[in-house]
């Protein structure tokens, strides 16, 4: 918690006009970034991600959905300022999708070409990486489920977290058109969306 309050002085501190540009990094295995450097928006970018900082909450902090992206911001003098963009962020999303940077800012759905969802079993202490049965073995005995749809892949996105816990309740892995794993993490029970808990009732 203490580095949270020194991170988010710090943060609280820039001044826009110090800044040269702000690089916006999704999260995942994916080849783009969005970059601002026109000085209105620096400005307009900087006092929202000040706002929304400032009204993070204790438990935002320390249990919240993750993040979209890396953010990065190369100052006047060639320091760097380096933080993330927090999916509970919602007025700088908003700011950023009517600028025309969002989707270049963080993995879309139509980037997905599915998710796999598999619910961890409590005496089940593997990581993801220890992982050896196939998807496909694991579709054969229900014990995973496979989303396609764009929306609910959607709600997937907002909901997984890339903060890898062998204690959270549900796994995820979202991959390309080529099978290429993009993202993978977990969503907790008490987060979980309805046709996910649904399905493995």
């Known amino acids: ?20 540009k702000i690089t916006i990094s999704p999260k995942g295995r994916i080849s783009k970034k969005a970059v601002i450097t026109d000085p209105a928006h620096i400005q307009q970018a900087v006092e929202i991600l000040q706002e929304e900082i400032n009204n993070l909450t204790y438990e935002e902090m320390i249990a919240g959905p993750g993040a979209w992206a890396d953010i990065d911001i190369l100052l006047a003098n060639d320091n760097r300022i380096r933080m993330q963009w927090e999916k509970t962020y919602t007025k700088f999303e908003k700011w950023l999708e009517k600028q025309g940077y969002l989707k270049q800012a963080r993995i ?17 202490n ?31 996105l ?3 977290s890339e903060k890898w816990s062998k204690y959270e309740k549900y796994m ?6 080529n099978n290429d794993l993009i993202l993978h993490g977990n969503i907790a029970g008490n987060n979980a969306p309805d046709f996910i808990v649904e399905y493995f009732q």
């Not at 139509?110 to 089940?124: C, F, L, T």
């Not at 990581?127 to 997937?156: A, D, H, P, Q, R």
């Not at 995820?172 to 058109?177: G, K, P, T, V």
């Open 1 to 20: 918690m203490d580095l949270a309050r020194t991170f988010r002085t710090t943060s609280l501190s820039i001044n826009p006009r110090d800044i040269d």
């Open 108 to 124: 879309m759905p139509e980037e997905v070409a599915y998710a796999v969802i598999e619910k961890r079993n409590e005496k089940d």
């Open 126 to 156: 593997r990581t993801f990486m220890e992982e050896k049965i196939t998807v496909e073995e694991k579709n054969k005995s229900g014990k995973t489920l496979k989303i396609v749809e764009k929306s609910k892949i959607e709600i997937c």
């Open 158 to 160: 907002r909901k997984y």
């Open 172 to 177: 995820l892995r979202f991959y390309s058109e």
